[in-house]
């Protein structure tokens, strides 16, 4: 039950500050998907990446390629009214893009959070919708999602569903965007990642756009704790009672149970291949 809840925790919204003497800030609606794709990929472009996130990503099996491709990078923890100020020189607007706040002397900022790795969440276009932090050092919930609610001119961030890969006859459904980015890159498979096991209004709704693409066949990858994790097993069982309400056909990966993930089980065999053949 406790892993469940902190899995569920990812769509909670950042816990409210004490009463203060000033009003709450209102907070801004959202950006359309446009607004948010042209700024987060301006914000990315004058991030960089760590060594330690490089090498994080490398030990998952991911390329320097397939990093650059994803657009993975370090959470600024320093100078961000400077960064934002580079992103509005590309005429991107941050007004209702999650992240994006004003300072108390006007200027717009980005958000300061704990150390760790962007990671761009996207449409079945390619679109950034919004952003997850991978953080460092952490056990629990390690996966947040970038959001300036309750700072000023800034807004919360919804849940979204993430896309790897273009849309076939079938496609892979897991937890997590890093997760379907890491699978697809290994494997060249299309994946669908969700924010958690129970977020099916989201997903119902991205299944929808994908069999409108020609999607007929889902095949569901969560991580192995399903099988012995009663109340995970629970909401899988809902998982596939909506697949079978919409019409898809459906099955499971199952995986030698020593790899928490189908990604980690991919990486293991590829890298016993190439040892072999070293």
């Known amino acids: 039950w406790r892993e469940l809840v902190e899995r569920l925790r990812l769509n909670e919204r950042p816990m409210r500050a004490e009463a203060r003497d000033y009003q709450q800030p209102v907070e801004t609606p959202i950006a359309d998907i446009s607004t948010r794709h042209r700024t987060y990929s301006a914000l990315l472009s004058v991030l960089g990446l760590a060594n330690a996130h490089r090498d994080n990503l490398h030990n998952r099996g991911l390329s320097d390629r397939d990093i650059a491709q994803l657009g993975y990078k370090s959470m600024p923890l320093s100078n961000n009214s400077e960064l934002v100020r580079r992103v509005l020189e590309t005429g991107a607007d941050p007004q209702g893009v999650p992240g994006f706040f004003r300072t108390k002397a006007g200027w717009w900022s980005f958000v300061h959070q704990r150390s760790g790795i962007l990671i761009p969440v996207r449409d079945m276009w390619g679109r950034i919708q919004g952003l997850q932090l991978r953080l460092d050092n952490t056990e629990n919930r390690k996966f947040r999602w970038i959001s300036s609610v309750e700072l000023t001119g800034g807004c919360g961030s919804p849940v979204w569903t993430h896309l790897a890969g ?106 016993e291949n190439l040892d072999r053949n070293s």
């Open 166 to 271: 273009k849309p076939g006859k079938m496609v892979v459904l897991t937890e997590g965007p890093m997760k379907a980015d890491v699978i697809h890159a290994l494997s060249g498979l299309t994946v669908l990642a969700v924010p958690g096991v129970n977020a099916l209004q989201r997903l119902e709704e991205s299944l929808t756009e994908l069999r409108a693409q020609g999607v007929r066949e889902i095949k569901t990858a969560f991580d192995m704790d399903y099988i012995t994790n009663f109340h995970v097993q629970s909401a899988y069982d809902k998982l596939m009672a909506l697949l079978g309400r919409m019409g898809f056909r459906y099955g499971t990966y199952v995986w030698d149970s020593r790899y928490k993930g189908l990604d980690d089980f991919i990486w293991a065999r590829l890298k």
